[in-house]
């Protein structure tokens, strides 16, 4: 079974500019969460969503937006870039019963902002 | 609001040696609690999962207990390796506000296992 799949590996953007982020989940798995690593803050929830419809929001501004379409799959999108904005981000995929299943995560996505 | 400590930040032991890894979490309202490793600019890979009812789970040389009415985890490495060398991270995953559930992440403890 192939794992999280996540695209592109690699950006760099300017400052202002917008991006936009491709998760994958494992076949048969329904729920995509979101998360940013930066060296000051660790890991932190951006959002979660299950067949389609956004269930939970970590605390980020509106700039930081994401959607899941039928197949699973999600993106994400972050508009007006700026400097702190430049982190890992992985998303993160599970099974049927949200509260209990198991996370597993994506390679993440390497985002740099000048 | 729920927090997660990992203590130590930093942890460097020789080859072989067993080790333990520290987990505490403020909040006892949980579903469950992963150990993850992390190498360095890569994803995050599940070693353990707990289940809130369970005590704890184990998968080769890794052991991971759970407390949970004293808010900690342990996570055990018996004869360790340099293929270790990683960073660990516990998460829990927390009953939120609104009905809602989030997995909440420690900093991590970063471990180097010396040949």
């Known amino acids: 079974k192939a794992g999280v799949t996540q695209t592109p590996r690699y950006l760099i953007k300017t400052r202002g500019q917008q991006v936009t982020l491709s998760c994958s989940p494992i076949?048969?798995?329904?729920?995509v969460s979101w998360y940013q690593q930066t060296p000051g803050q660790g890991l932190q929830f951006l959002f979660e969503y299950f067949s389609e419809t956004q269930r939970n929001k970590g605390n980020f501004p509106g700039r930081f937006s994401g959607r899941q379409f039928s197949n699973s799959r999600s993106e994400m999108n972050v508009s007006t870039l700026e400097l702190g904005d430049s982190a890992l981000y992985l998303c993160?995929?599970?099974?049927?019963?949200?509260?209990?299943?198991?996370?597993?995560f994506g390679p993440g996505t390497r985002l740099t902002v000048l | 609001k729920q927090e997660v400590t990992q203590i130590p930040a930093a942890l460097s032991v020789p080859e072989g040696e067993n080790l333990v890894l520290n987990c505490s979490f403020t909040?006892?309202?949980?579903?469950?609690l992963q150990w993850f490793r992390q190498d360095p600019g890569k994803g995050l890979t599940s070693l353990l999962l707990i289940q809130s009812s369970q005590r704890e789970q184990t998968s080769g040389r890794l052991n991971a207990s759970l407390d949970k009415s004293s808010g900690r985890s342990t996570l055990y490495i018996a004869a360790s390796q340099p293929g270790d060398s990683a960073t660990y991270l516990c998460?829990?995953?927390?009953?939120?506000?609104?009905?809602?559930?989030?997995?909440?992440f420690g900093k991590g403890t970063k471990l180097t296992v010396n040949p």
């Open positions: 998460a829990v995953r927390h009953f939120a506000q609104g009905g809602s559930e989030k997995l909440v």
């Open positions: 076949s048969g798995h329904r729920s």
């Open positions: 909040d006892s309202a949980i579903y469950n």
């Open positions: 993160a995929s599970g099974g049927e019963v949200l509260a209990y299943n198991e996370q597993f």
